[in-house]
């Protein structure tokens, strides 16, 4: 992108940005890459719409954040220029650090998260730009003093969740997930430098939230999402394994590079930044394909499982899984499949996954009462929403 462009979203229709800068960090190849990063992991194994990027949901959730700057403005809210481009790129760069397949593979390639990756590029991009970024930086750690500026890109109520919410419904079909983002935009305010939600707004928020809920349990955590993305992990993590002890050699230099794990967080953090700017999904599902006649045979069962959508199944349940159950599910493969002990040990899966609608002990979300008092949502919140830990344990076996 070279200057000032109008983009066509396909949520939002025509949309563009009010800064130079913004476009300029849009064209870096650093930026660029989230082009090939998919949003939704392999939830496309589900819902086949599910193939949207990175790139498009920074860029949505750069365009509700400048709404809701406008907004606050209006309500006579002061924000300079300075701190709009700031909260602007800073919500633009939110996930620039997410590695091939977004949360399918975090901390698997490398042990950061990408929180931590993306503020390590986003320092790199400030140094390339004379330090334009620093305001950006402050406000994306949470360290600027107008608290309000981090909460729009990072609170339970942030843009960042409007837009995946919004976005992921679309592309997945899942119309459970729509919420009101323009009437929640319109009811913000702030109130002793914290972000509120005026109280007309009440009922779009218990929407969002129950939307959210939704989404995770129906979509993000579907059963063969978890399937999937499982097989995807363990597939790398058997990578890492063979590439340590010299059994295969990765035709992908990136790849082979940060799956050596010589390059570290620490003394050479910078080249580890270098090679993981190259990394994306099509690094990864091309040695997937490679793998399809891997002289290791649970590397290549795991290539075929991924790349002909054969899944394993799953056994998904609110207890964890016992001992008799997993004895008899590995008892079982064993017979069908004919695996040995050891492929066994590899092969089958167990694990957890967690999701809570709404936590009323941290950074609540907060009502502008009528009369002007402020009061947490949790209050407002009827007893189907409220706010417990939901835990379901998996465990992933070939059929």
């Given at each position: 992108m070279s200057g000032r462009k109008i983009i066509?979203?396909?949520?939002?229709?025509?949309?563009?940005?009010?800064?130079?800068?913004?476009?300029?960090?849009?064209?870096?190849?650093?930026?660029?890459?989230?082009?090939?990063?998919?949003?939704?992991?392999?939830?496309?194994?589900?819902?086949?719409?599910?193939?949207?990027?990175?790139?498009?949901?920074?860029?949505?959730?750069?365009?509700?954040?400048?709404?809701?700057?406008?907004?606050?403005?209006?309500?006579?809210?002061?924000?300079?220029?300075?701190?709009?481009?700031?909260?602007?790129?800073?919500?633009?760069?939110?996930?620039?650090?997410?590695?091939?397949?977004?949360?399918?593979?975090?901390?698997?390639?490398?042990?950061?998260?990408?929180?931590?990756?993306?503020?390590?590029?986003?320092?790199?991009?400030?140094?390339?730009?004379?330090?334009?970024?620093?305001?950006?930086?402050?406000?994306?750690?949470?360290?600027?003093?107008?608290?309000?500026?981090?909460?729009?890109?990072?609170?339970?109520?942030?843009?960042?969740?409007?837009?995946?919410?919004?976005?992921?419904?679309?592309?997945?079909?899942?119309?459970?997930?729509?919420?009101?983002?323009?009437?929640?935009?319109?009811?913000?305010?702030?109130?002793?430098?914290?972000?509120?939600?005026?109280?007309?707004?009440?009922?779009?928020?218990?929407?969002?939230?129950?939307?959210?809920?939704?989404?995770?349990?129906?979509?993000?955590?579907?059963?063969?999402?978890?399937?999937?993305?499982?097989?995807?992990?363990?597939?790398?993590?058997?990578?890492?394994?063979?590439?340590?002890?010299?059994?295969?050699?990765?035709?992908?230099?990136?790849?082979?590079?940060?799956?050596?794990?010589?390059?570290?967080?620490?003394?050479?953090?910078?080249?580890?930044?270098?090679?993981?700017?190259?990394?994306?999904?099509?690094?990864?599902?091309?040695?997937?394909?490679?793998?399809?006649?891997?002289?290791?045979?649970?590397?290549?069962?795991?290539?075929?499982?991924?790349?002909?959508?054969?899944?394993?199944?799953?056994?998904?349940?609110?207890?964890?899984?016992?001992?008799?159950?997993?004895?008899?599910?590995?008892?079982?493969?064993?017979?069908?499949?004919?695996?040995?002990?050891?492929?066994?040990?590899?092969?089958?899966?167990?694990?957890?996954?967690?999701?809570?609608?709404?936590?009323?002990?941290?950074?609540?979300?907060?009502?502008?009462?009528?009369?002007?008092?402020?009061?947490?949502?949790?209050a407002y919140l009827n007893a189907l929403i409220?706010?417990?830990?939901?835990?379901?344990?998996?465990?992933?076996?070939?059929?």
């Open positions: 066509n979203d396909p949520i939002y229709g025509l949309i563009s940005f009010p800064f130079d800068l913004i476009y300029t960090i849009i064209d870096d190849p650093i930026f660029q890459r989230l082009r090939r990063i998919s949003q939704m992991g392999l939830s496309n194994y589900v819902y086949p719409g599910a193939t949207h990027s990175r790139f498009a949901h920074a860029l949505g959730a750069l365009h509700l954040t400048c709404t809701a700057v406008q907004t606050l403005r209006a309500k006579e809210i002061k924000i300079t220029d300075d701190e709009y481009l700031g909260v602007c790129l800073a919500i633009l760069l939110h996930d620039i650090g997410h590695g091939p397949f977004s949360h399918a593979l975090e901390q698997v390639i490398i042990d950061l998260h990408h929180e931590q990756l993306s503020l390590a590029l986003m320092r790199r991009l400030n140094q390339k730009h004379n330090g334009q970024l620093d305001l950006a930086i402050s406000i994306f750690e949470g360290k600027y003093h107008k608290k309000f500026l981090t909460q729009l890109i990072s609170s339970q109520l942030d843009m960042d969740r409007m837009d995946y919410l919004t976005r992921d419904s679309y592309y997945s079909g899942v119309a459970e997930g729509v919420i009101g983002y323009k009437r929640i935009i319109s009811m913000l305010n702030v109130v002793d430098d914290q972000l509120v939600v005026e109280e007309k707004g009440i009922f779009s928020i218990e929407k969002f939230l129950v939307a959210r809920h939704i989404m995770y349990w129906q979509v993000y955590l579907h059963k063969n999402s978890i399937v999937a993305e499982q097989m995807l992990k363990k597939f790398v993590q058997r990578l890492i394994k063979l590439n340590h002890s010299g059994a295969l050699s990765l035709k992908n230099d990136v790849l082979r590079q940060l799956l050596s794990k010589t390059l570290n967080i620490g003394s050479n953090f910078d080249s580890l930044l270098d090679c993981f700017i190259k990394l994306d999904d099509i690094d990864v599902f091309s040695t997937v394909k490679d793998s399809l006649t891997s002289a290791d045979l649970i590397l290549q069962y795991l290539a075929k499982g991924l790349i002909h959508r054969r899944l394993f199944g799953v056994v998904l349940q609110n207890s964890p899984i016992g001992s008799d159950l997993y004895g008899k599910v590995r008892q079982n493969v064993k017979i069908v499949n004919g695996f040995s002990d050891e492929i066994l040990d590899e092969i089958l899966i167990q694990g957890q996954e967690t999701n809570k609608t709404y936590d009323s002990g941290h950074n609540e979300i907060m009502i502008l009462k009528k009369d002007g008092e402020i009061e947490g949502v949790s409220n706010i417990k830990d939901i835990t379901k344990h998996y465990l992933c076996y070939p059929k």
